[in-house]
């Protein structure tokens, strides 16, 4: 099976720098990713990492390292609409076969989220 | 462009009762998901449609059934409602077996069970 394991809460103040850490143990990987969430919101995209290293995207940046089993999340010069809820994913990808088709699906695995805090 | 539409957004149901919550996309995806987020909690696979035609179980099937009416829709059904099944669903979308799988979520449906 799948596990990931990320903090559950974070607090810090506007224009701060927060890292969230998420390790996974897994039967199969293809990369990580990070969704933001905000309250009574739906997930949105953040990054996706297939491979080792640092992928960065605006103020937000993402960290993979495939033999440690470890990722983070880096959101930089915080500000308060960046409070929400933030979801670490590894990426199961899977063959599946019907009706004559030979197609392919990603099945997401989540962690079970940081709620970052950002504070004036 | 809508993306991923989920209805309904809110529900309240009795113990034993049906229910079918329907989605659709109209960004042309081959794969759709359906997740469950209980209060505080992450996400969990319940079943996906890797194309028209296949469905497959993930993590927390059962009470569940699904069916991929077309390309564009899939939908939950709810047989026999239970209390533990009162949660927020997440229909998704995306692009079939690319290397950088980016989900699409609707708003989600609040289902209580009483």
């Known amino acids: 099976g799948q596990s990931l394991e990320q903090p559950s809460e974070v607090t810090a103040v506007e224009g701060a720098i927060v890292q969230i850490n998420c390790t996974y143990q897994?039967?199969?990987?293809?990369?990580l990713s990070w969704y933001q969430q905000h309250d009574g919101g739906a997930p949105t995209f953040l990054s996706y990492n297939a491979l080792d290293g640092l992928e960065e995207t605006g103020r937000f940046s993402s960290f993979l390292s495939r033999s440690d089993s470890y990722g983070y999340l880096l959101l930089q010069e915080l500000q308060m609409k960046d409070s929400a809820s933030y979801f670490c994913?590894?990426?199961?990808?899977?063959?599946?076969f019907g009706a004559g088709i030979k197609a392919a699906g990603n099945k997401l695995t989540f962690g079970g989220g940081t709620r970052v805090l950002v504070k004036p | 462009n809508a993306g991923v539409t989920q209805t309904p957004k809110f529900q309240v149901l009795k113990t034993g009762q049906s229910m079918t919550l329907q989605c659709a996309q109209d960004?042309?995806?081959?794969?759709m998901y359906w997740y469950r987020q209980d209060p505080g909690m992450g996400l969990r696979l319940i079943y996906y449609?890797?194309?028209?035609?296949?469905?497959d179980k993930g993590e927390v099937p059962n009470g569940y059934n699904v069916s991929r009416l077309n390309k564009r829709e899939f939908s939950l059904r709810l047989e026999s409602a239970a209390p533990s099944q009162t949660s927020v669903y997440f229909c998704?979308?995306?692009?079939?077996?690319?290397?950088?799988?980016?989900?699409?979520f609707g708003s989600g449906t609040q289902l209580s069970v009483l």
């Open positions: 960004m042309n995806h081959n794969s």
């Open positions: 994913a590894v990426d199961d990808y899977k063959l599946s």
């Open positions: 897994t039967s199969g990987f293809y990369g």
């Open positions: 449609s890797a194309s028209e035609g296949t469905t």
């Open positions: 998704a979308s995306s692009e079939v077996a690319g290397t950088n799988e980016k989900l699409f």
